[in-house]
């Protein structure tokens, strides 16, 4: 990786053993940036306050080597990523207003596709984590994982069945505590449908109505003009003398006709007056039509406004117009078929209700039973290596309990409570010694032990959920002597099966590391490309003495470093 102007790191280049890799360095030197960074890679939030006090942006970059083929690799290529000689190449930029850009194999993608590929390539561990294991949802969660299969096929089909329940529950419970408010809306949606099926309005009749009642108003005076155009255009038969415009255009007519031979153009001009001939007398016969069946009836007037006043009582209520008053109509008949249907609608969904939770009983009963099964092993494999950190008589188990719920489902004769994941509680207990009652580990564990415990659970993941890479941030907090002995050493293990990185204050840890960096600030408070070095040979020694006894030339510490390196080396 390399980090620029994230906290108190300027600029520095941290390069991981592909086995076990330490890194240390005084309190406050910046150890945790290291692990911050990679959470960055990783699609962790992003926060202004890591960026350096002076600088525009954060920018950590990362080269992770992923198996050809593997889920990640998969994922990254479909959103356009490129591979770097079997590496993926990742870039996170945080700038100081906090906004945040990553970029996976050259492509600009969402950060949220680094979380998604960080779940098959790193798992991350710190303080936060083992606190987070003292939750039981998050023990029952660890459970989950452990089993795989066995639980993840029931829990699926558990979860299915949880959802469809609480939707059927909610509709249920809707209709009938809704069910007078139902039954007002039915009776107002009945009263309106009744009062437009008495006036049975037709789709377009206000507009067709409004034009007749304009006309029929009008009557007298619409006659008149048809009578004076009508005139006008094919004469008057009580005054016979009266030019009209139909006679003069026949009489130009006339006149072209007899020397329309001599000119083209003119000829054509004559047909056109033809025409105009023929079109005064079609409108002069349509016009005399008009007047013919213009009804001047005020009894249909009267008929035409009554009618419009009972449409325009439907459109105050029901809409702009009678369409918007028909579409009404339509929408909350199917709404009157719904509320009608309350008590066969009942009915059903009680049964599919009773059903539904017939069906989680029985799948909550599978899930527990597989649980049961899984948490036998799951415990056996963390007590055998918490053997291995100096825990030798320790016993860790798990409580799997119900809790009694009239209102819940029932499993094995007993109706309990229930929710999305089941119907059990579990909780890790743990015996540290023999004779000792088994107790949840929030009671019965010390700072040291739940940090063994935490460990000893990821060494089991290790073994049936693996991913290439797991960080340690301070998980050895609370813990010396002897028992950090242990931890570096099965720490060494568990890193010839995946890359193992550390940030530890303890020697007796940092000494089984393949690698040892050594992260230390300059004068001026910042961590530069020359802070983060590889230590070996008399520098690791000499930061191994002052991790000891804080002196780096004391002839006893250094005695103890190297002596601590000489065991780590023959654990090899």
């Given amino acids: 990786m390399r980090i620029r102007s994230l906290g108190v790191i300027d600029d520095a280049v941290v390069e991981l053993s592909p086995g076990f890799t330490a890194v240390t360095g005084e309190t406050g030197a910046g150890k945790t940036m290291v692990v911050t960074s990679l959470g960055l890679l990783l699609g962790g939030r992003a926060d202004a306050a890591l960026v350096r006090i002076g600088a525009r942006n954060a920018v950590v970059e990362g080269r992770i080597a992923v198996p050809e083929g593997s889920p990640a690799v998969v994922r990254a290529e479909e959103a356009g990523a490129e591979l770097d000689e079997g590496a993926l190449l990742v870039s996170r930029t945080v700038s100081a207003e906090g906004r945040s850009r990553a970029h996976l194999g050259g492509r600009g993608v969402p950060v949220g596709l680094l979380a998604e590929l960080a779940d098959d390539l790193v798992a991350v561990h710190g303080q936060s984590d083992q606190q987070g294991l003292l939750k039981l949802s998050r023990q029952r969660q660890a459970l989950d994982r452990y089993a795989g299969y066995a639980v993840a096929v029931p829990l699926g089909k558990y979860a299915e069945a949880y959802k469809r329940l609480r939707a059927v529950t909610v509709e249920l419970e809707e209709i009938t505590t809704r069910a007078r408010e139902r039954a007002q809306e039915a009776d107002l949606l009945r009263f309106g449908l009744e009062e437009i099926a008495a006036v049975e309005p037709r789709a377009g009749e206000d507009t067709e109505l409004a034009e007749e009642a304009e006309r029929l108003g009008h009557a007298e005076a619409l006659a008149s003009a048809a009578a004076v155009a009508h005139a006008a255009l094919a004469g008057n038969p009580e005054d016979p003398e009266g030019v009209d415009a139909g006679t003069l255009v026949a009489g130009a007519q006339r006149a072209l006709e007899a020397v329309r031979a001599h000119d083209p153009a003119l000829a054509a001009l004559t047909d056109r007056i033809g025409e105009i001939g023929i079109l005064l007398r079609d409108v002069a016969g349509e016009l005399a039509g008009y007047a013919d069946d213009l009804d001047a009836d005020p009894l249909r007037l009267a008929a035409v406004e009554e009618r419009r006043a009972a449409l325009t009582a439907l459109t105050r209520k029901y809409g702009e117009d009678v369409a918007e008053v028909l579409a009404w109509a339509e929408s909350s008949a199917a709404r009157l078929t719904e509320l009608e249907g309350d008590d066969e609608r009942i009915g059903e969904l009680t049964a599919e209700r009773d059903a539904l939770r017939s069906e989680l009983g029985a799948l909550a009963q599978e899930l527990s039973e597989a649980r049961t099964e899984a948490a036998e092993r799951f415990a056996a494999a963390v007590t055998e290596e918490l053997a291995s950190l100096a825990m030798p008589h320790a016993r860790v188990s798990f409580d799997i309990r119900q809790t009694d719920d009239p209102d819940g489902v029932e499993v094995n004769g007993r109706t309990v409570a229930y929710g999305p994941s089941g119907v059990d509680e579990v909780e890790l207990l743990l015996a540290p010694h023999p004779g000792a009652p088994p107790r949840p580990i929030a009671k019965g564990a010390s700072g040291g032990e739940l940090s063994r415990v935490m460990l000893a659970v990821e060494v089991v ?67 530069t490309r020359s802070g983060v070095k590889v230590l070996e040979g008399e520098d690791r020694v000499r930061e191994l003495s002052r991790m000891l006894a804080g002196q780096e030339d004391s002839e006893t510490a250094r005695a103890h470093a190297e002596e601590l390196l000489a065991a780590a080396r023959a654990d090899a």
Avoid: C, M
């Fill in 461 to 527: 993941f290790a073994g049936t959920d693996p991913v290439p890479t797991y960080l340690f941030d301070e998980v050895d907090a609370g813990v010396g002597g002897k028992a950090a002995v242990e931890i570096g050493r099965r720490l060494a293990r568990l890193a010839k099966k995946a890359q193992v990185v550390v940030v530890t204050h303890l020697p007796q840890v940092a000494a089984f590391a393949d690698r040892q960096l050594l992260v230390e600030k300059t004068n001026d408070g910042s961590v």
